[in-house]
């Protein structure tokens, strides 16, 4: 079982700047493929951005494209996701989700075996 905790949520003016945190338990994070997913209100829940297990493959829904970098360190279990140039439309609560022993970058949230329970992002006009 992979435990998923999010963290670095909050409220930001336009044009600002969040990293969002998780953390993940288990001994073998470095094999996991991992990804950001937000879902705003009254909206489908959709795919942001993912990392393969090494961190040198990544990819990113076109919304958030040169504004936001996925990261992670394999040391510290943790996977990020730094937001630039935040919009308004970036509000949402925000998800990472892990796939673990994967050698793929998935980008469908079926692709997914396990989540956190998300943290809110809210960016004000």
């Known amino acids: 079982q992979v435990q998923l905790v999010e963290s670095g949520g909050g409220l930001v003016q336009a044009g600002g700047s969040l990293r969002l945190s998780c953390a993940a338990s288990?001994?073998?994070?470095?094999?996991?493929?991992m990804g950001w997913f937000r879902q705003a209100p009254k909206k489908e829940r959709e795919f942001v951005a993912a990392i393969n297990w090494s961190g040198a493959g990544t990819y990113y829904a076109d919304s958030v494209k040169g504004r936001f970098t996925i990261s992670r360190d394999n040391a510290k279990n943790t996977v990020y996701l730094q937001m630039n140039s935040l919009k308004p439309e970036d509000t949402a609560v925000y998800y990472c989700?892990?796939?673990?022993?994967?050698?793929?970058?998935?980008?469908?949230?079926?692709?997914?075996?396990?989540w956190g329970q998300g943290t809110q992002v809210t960016v004000s006009s």
């Open positions: 288990g001994r073998t994070f470095s094999s996991y493929a």
């Open positions: 989700a892990a796939k673990p022993s994967s050698l793929s970058l998935p980008t469908q949230q079926y692709e997914y075996d396990y």
